[in-house]
């Protein structure tokens, strides 16, 4: 599906998009690397676990996302503690890694957000902007 709907962007020549929650591991980032390109840059958005949680569960409640419990919240923490420190280390070494504190407001955390996306892409390719 992800393959599919980078096609078509790239085919209309649309050729920015923001990637939630991909790459998960290596593995998935060198595949990507070798069929798209190298990624522009990595969003981390940096809480403590219990701030991680709270939100979850907080969006469970008015969301229809039925893995936004508590139960599930652990286990997906488990998988991200165990998988993505190699990538964030990855995108870190090349520079291309921004950090979001998200113990903020959600309005804070959203400009913090917008700017870190327009540095990234007037440092890296200014002709989208």
């Not at 403590?48 to 419990?69: H, L, Q, W, Y």
């Not at 165990?82 to 520079?95: A, D, I």
Request: charged residues 35%; glycine residues 6%.
């Amino acid at each position: 599906m992800l393959k599919e709907r980078i096609e078509h962007y790239w085919a209309a020549e649309k050729r920015q998009f923001l990637l939630d929650g991909f790459p998960r591991s290596i593995g998935q980032a060198e595949e990507f690397e070798k069929k798209v390109g190298p990624g522009l840059a990595m969003l981390l958005f940096d809480a403590p676990e219990e701030t991680r949680r709270e939100r979850v569960v907080g969006r469970g409640r008015v969301s229809d996302r039925a893995e936004d419990n508590a139960a599930d919240f652990w286990v997906r923490n488990e998988r991200f503690a165990r998988l993505s420190p190699p990538v964030v280390g990855m995108f870190e070494r090349r520079g291309r890694l921004e950090k979001v504190d998200c113990q903020q407001t959600e309005e804070n955390v959203y400009r913090k957000v917008q700017f870190a996306v327009r540095m990234l892409v007037e440092e890296w390719h200014p002709e989208f902007l």
